[in-house]
């Protein structure tokens, strides 16, 4: 097969992943001209273009090598690596992404009194995910019967297939709603970035790893804020030592005012109000938080 020297990314057709992989996409520079059969999007900016797929193919086009990234949840891809079998090419979470965040979970009907995993043995356990379940009953030498449907897990109990269900749980809602209760969490899940372990040696890799490298940029700053404000110099330390995680941060002179400096810092995580007071309070004047729109170290 001759090499291409385009990327393909395959991701969630329609679904809880589309909106937020899209708009990732396009905030590392990547745009797509929607083709009329919306299975697969050129890509105008940059050499890459979508596949639009069910969430659950996507594995399995990366793994064929039909296409060399997605974007799917950890979930998912943990149970294809847990089932693909020995000969399949393996894969690997590049990125975590943070969004489309979940748990896989043990749920069970009010009435059990769930302690410990032991109590699952010899019941059955409904799920769309044997190979997580099967893989944590076996870490915990649980003998369990593991019953594979493909979806509506959530009623097996009161049919009375199965006596506990293992599923992805968000708020919880559709587990209450179901007379369930979360008992256990097998995997703590969120959309990821997956691709071969091993990376094409051709152009393709070098792509990835601009990729990637834009991607680290957009991840970091979507959670980072700038912090201005100006302080006296003998109130610097105070201020400093304040100041919400990050690298140092940079001082300049105040035109006019040299007892002032004027303090720039990137911030990890949220500034809070009572963050800010405590800041004031040390004696810096003059704040302000700001969004950061792009970052490249
Ligand atoms: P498809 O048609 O692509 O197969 P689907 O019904 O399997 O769609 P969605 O319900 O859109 O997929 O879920 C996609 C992914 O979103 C899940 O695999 C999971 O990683 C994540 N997710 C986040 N919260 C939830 C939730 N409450 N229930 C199910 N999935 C969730
Ligand atoms: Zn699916």
Redesign the pocket.
Known sequence: MKPRDRLRIAM???????EPALELLKRCGLTFRQSRDKLFCFGEGEPVDLLL?????IPGLIAQGVCELGI?????LNEFSLTAGPESEPLAELRPLGF???RLSIAVPQEFDYREPAQLAGRRIATSYPGLLGAWLRERGVDAGVVTLA?SVEIAPKLGTADAIC?????GG?LVANQLREADVLLE???VLAGPRNLPADERGDLIELLLKRLDGVIQVRESRLLLLQTPRHALDAVTRLLPGGPQPTLLPVAGQPDQLMLQALCAGEVSWRQLEEIKKAGAREMFVLPVEKMLA
């Open positions: 969630q057709k329609s679904g809880r992943l589309t797929v069910r969430d659950d193919d799917v949840g950890r979930n998912v489309g965040r979940c979806g599923d992805l749980v968000q708020s559709t899940s969120e959309a």
